[in-house]
């Protein structure tokens, strides 16, 4: 990252899918990559993702979701954003997502889905991309 202050950025795990090795391995490498990293935990509301995004001032939320439930969950994290004037909030998601949800998603204002296997670098460097787009 290019500044002093870190940017930070919320890792959540909404609804009742409470594998989070993968998110917990994200947060470890944003942490050691320089950013400030809140991680929620498992079984989160979309309202508690949110409500914390806004009241900790995150550049960005990175959802993990291994259920199926990716369409519905994110969807009412981007609407609640959206409620609380805070779509500025750059989404992306990551998990078992199949390539055909992919698009619906990003037309809900998720810039990057990552799907298992992806490296971290690339991870890395598409956050940067984006959180660098939005100073």
């Not at 990252?1 to 795990?13: A, H, V």
């Not at 929620?40 to 949110?50: H, K």
């Not at 990175?62 to 990716?70: E, I, N, P, R, V």
């Given at each position: 990252?290019?500044?002093?202050?870190?940017?930070?950025?919320?890792?959540?795990?909404v609804g009742l899918d409470g594998h989070d090795r993968g998110a917990k391995f994200i947060v470890r490498a944003l942490?050691?990559?320089?950013?400030?990293?809140?991680?929620?935990?498992?079984?989160?509301?979309?309202?508690?993702?949110?409500?914390?995004a806004v009241d900790e001032d995150v550049a960005?939320?990175?959802?993990?979701?291994?259920?199926?439930?990716?369409?519905?969950?994110?969807?009412?994290?981007a609407e609640l954003l959206k409620e609380e004037n805070a779509d500025r909030i750059v989404l992306f998601?990551?998990?078992?997502?199949?390539?055909?949800?992919i698009p619906h998603l990003k037309a809900l204002g998720f810039s990057h889905v990552?799907?298992?296997g992806t490296r971290f670098s690339e991870i890395l460097s598409?956050?940067?991309a984006e959180l660098a787009g939005r100073d």
């Open positions: 990252m290019n500044t002093n202050i870190p940017k930070r950025i919320l890792i959540g795990k942490r050691n990559a320089g950013y400030d990293v809140i991680y929620t935990g498992i079984r989160r509301t979309p309202e508690q993702i949110v409500r914390t960005a939320i990175g959802l993990s979701l291994l259920s199926g439930a990716h369409n519905e969950l994110f969807a009412r994290v998601a990551g998990g078992i997502i199949p390539e055909q949800d990552f799907t298992p598409a956050l940067e």
